[in-house]
């Protein structure tokens, strides 16, 4: 049994306790006492209860006494036993020893690395264990510092955390009276790294991946994340394309750092270059001072290039030589610059197309396509829909300062029924008009005002543009490049479509299809 006793700090008080314990015949096993705190622990071995209370009884008596009452454990015993828990489940393995190097305390992880058991190390000399470090010199050094050292273990490095142990002595000054050792082995060391560098993962909580297909999606770009390789994202006009390259930044050991955003389609070819490489003093007329381009402003962070289909072959070239060695010179200057940047590129465009046309660079194209996510167009997720109109209903709803609307079924299976040709901005931007202008606190389908479309013919943009030959061949094309992973050869294509072997095949030749363009 054990109690606590709450008393006042007076001479004596103790010894009248022991008094108590001896009077009732009782063994005393431990006490503890915590002049701070004001408490006083006793521990002895079960008493019946009766005697039990007279005990207690008793103890309350004793002047300065002002409470009492059982505990559970020791403070030492807790102590231990949190130090024991600690030091069994840690992974790094923990080594005590005394001054004369011999091992005093040692944990599991410890154990294993040096392949021994608990009974073979009480007491053995640490110094012939370990190469690398003379632990026994090192105590006898006139002045004992905390080191860290390579070591080496049966064949293996481990970095090791020496640190010098000190007791209290008389007039303030300290003994040593041993030494405590951590190993961290390489692969350890590599896990912290890559934990250090880890970015927020929550960064993709913004996107909603109720579907299947973009819970893969964000599966692959979370992983991709990690890498420095860059990142090509592709995917119809709204998808959020962007969203996921600001996710992929965040969760990246280059969070806090510049993301810096180039519409390349808005950017004029002859501003291109000065823009994104910057230029050098007199560089124009009427400028005496050089200027840093988009690269060098997002230095250790990530440059978002969207519509990278857009960049003319001249910046592409120069793109090209900044990815293979992250150099590049500035407009009308000699001297060259490193920065260390991230690219994220994004297209809705068909790129291994426009190398097979000559309007992309092949080689641009391959350096880019390593680390690809696809993101797919919001009527290929439905599941994605209800919940995406919910949020952006909400958020609007809380700047106009009122209580979010609820959608109608015959709403909610409508917005999942419709094609949404311009994706999950066509979506937000919908639900943006129809909150706005909504009076009750329900949603319903014809307040989102959307173009009318028939299952037949679908729904055309307005913005269509080109012949039919035209809208034809992208359609063909885009159709052989999905079924080709699947079907890589003229020959499979060609039975599963029901056309020639010859006819697949030229067809593959004119649109640039082989297992270089698309990854298998």
């Known amino acids: 049994m054990r109690l606590e006793i709450h008393c006042q700090d007076r001479v004596g008080i103790a010894q009248e306790v022991l008094n108590i314990l001896v009077s009732f015949q009782i063994d005393l096993r431990g006490i503890e006492v915590d002049p701070e705190l004001g408490r006083m622990f ?114 293996k490095k481990f970095i090791a955390d020496i640190l010098p142990v000190m007791v209290p002595a008389e007039a303030g000054h300290e003994i040593l009276a041993g030494a405590v050792i951590t190993l961290k082995s390489e692969s350890r060391l590599g896990e912290q790294m890559v934990a250090f560098k880890k970015g927020d993962q929550e960064s993709f909580n913004a996107i909603q991946a109720s579907s299947n297909l973009m819970r893969k999606v964000v599966r692959e770009a979370k992983k991709m ?59 124009f007329p009427g400028t005496t001072e050089g200027k840093k381009g988009i690269f060098e402003q997002a230095n250790r962070g990530t440059v978002f290039l969207d519509e990278i289909g857009e960049m003319s072959r001249e910046i592409q070239t120069k793109l090209l030589r900044f990815l293979q060695d992250g150099s590049f010179r500035r407009v009308a200057d000699e001297n060259e610059v490193r920065v260390d940047v991230r690219v994220i590129c994004t297209t809705q465009k068909d790129l291994p197309g426009m190398v097979q046309e000559g309007r992309f660079r092949e080689d641009l194209y391959y350096r880019l396509n390593v680390l690809t996510l696809v993101l797919p167009p919001l009527r290929d997720r439905k599941q994605d829909i209800v919940p995406l109109a919910e949020h952006f209903m909400a958020r609007l709803a809380a700047r106009l300062g009122r209580k979010p609307p609820k959608l109608t079924e015959n709403c909610a299976s409508f917005i999942q029924q419709y094609p949404w040709p311009g994706n999950v901005r066509q979506l937000e931007n919908a639900l943006y008009r129809a909150v706005t202008l909504l009076e009750g606190a329900e949603l319903d389908k014809e307040q989102l005002q959307l173009p009318s479309y028939t299952n037949d013919f679908g729904y055309l943009e307005k913005d269509f543009d080109g012949t039919l030959d035209e809208a034809v061949k992208r359609f063909e094309a885009s159709l052989l490049r999905k079924l080709f992973p699947a079907y890589p050869s003229s020959r499979q294509l060609a039975k599963k479509l029901g056309l020639s072997h010859t006819a697949v095949a030229n067809k593959l030749r004119e649109y640039g299809i082989n297992r270089k363009s698309v990854k298998i």
């Open 42 to 155: 006793v521990a002895f071995p079960t008493v019946d209860f009766e005697k039990f209370q007279e005990l207690m009884a008793k103890i309350r008596r004793i002047p300065g006494v002002e409470d009492v009452k059982t505990t559970a454990f020791m403070p030492s015993e807790r102590e231990h036993n949190e130090l024991f828990t600690l030091l069994k489940t840690l992974p790094d393995g923990v080594i005590a020893i005394d001054t004369k190097a011999n091992v005093t305390v040692i944990n599991e992880a410890a154990l294993d690395a040096l392949t021994l058991q608990r009974y073979e190390v009480a007491g053995l000399p640490l110094s012939p264990l370990v190469k690398g470090f003379n632990f026994q010199r090192w105590l006898e050094s006139d002045d004992v510092l905390a080191q860290t050292r390579k070591i080496e273990i049966h064949g």
């Open 225 to 283: 994340a990690q890498l420095d390789a860059p990142i090509l994202i592709t995917g119809e006009t709204g998808t959020g394309k962007e969203l996921l390259a600001r996710a992929c930044h965040g969760a990246s050991s280059r969070t806090g750092k510049p993301f810096l955003a180039v519409n390349c389609a808005a950017l004029p070819d002859n501003v291109a270059e000065s823009e994104l490489f910057g230029y050098g003093p007199n560089a």
